[in-house]
């Protein structure tokens, strides 16, 4: 799971507890005028054929934890419960998009567009 958390322009996510092993990352911070989309997936891919594991853990359909290529674009993904992931595009950044669980991803949805302006 991830928390969100905001240093002047800056949006942090963290990587929580020992999904920190198993995406070989514990931290990503994002300027927030590079984040271009938020939104909640409750069905993220996580499929057999959905990406290539570059460094992490992958289970397909169980969890899915690190840095993949996913149609043709670097993705970082931390989701161990579907149901509560969201997506945040990015640009100009090495990640194309985070997939990430949360603990409300409404919530998590609603804070991040209030915070960058986005409706």
């Known amino acids: 799971m991830v928390t969100i958390s905001f240093a002047g322009d800056t949006v942090i996510f963290e990587v929580e507890a020992n999904h920190k092993l198993w995406a070989i990352k514990s931290r990503i911070e994002i300027p927030a005028a590079h ?9 993220p891919a996580m499929g057999w054929f959905d990406g290539l594991k570059v460094i992490g853990t992958d289970l397909p359909h169980v969890f899915r934890a690190g840095t993949f290529w ?5 993705v970082f993904f931390d989701v161990r419960h579907p149901e509560n992931t969201i997506v945040v595009e990015l640009e ?18 609603h804070t991040l567009q209030k915070q960058l302006g986005h409706h």
């Open 35 to 43: 984040i271009t989309k938020v939104y909640a997936d409750p069905e």
């Open 70 to 74: 996913l149609h043709g674009s670097w």
């Open 92 to 109: 100009n950044e090495h990640y194309a998009k985070l997939i990430v669980e949360v603990a409300d991803p409404d919530d998590a949805v």
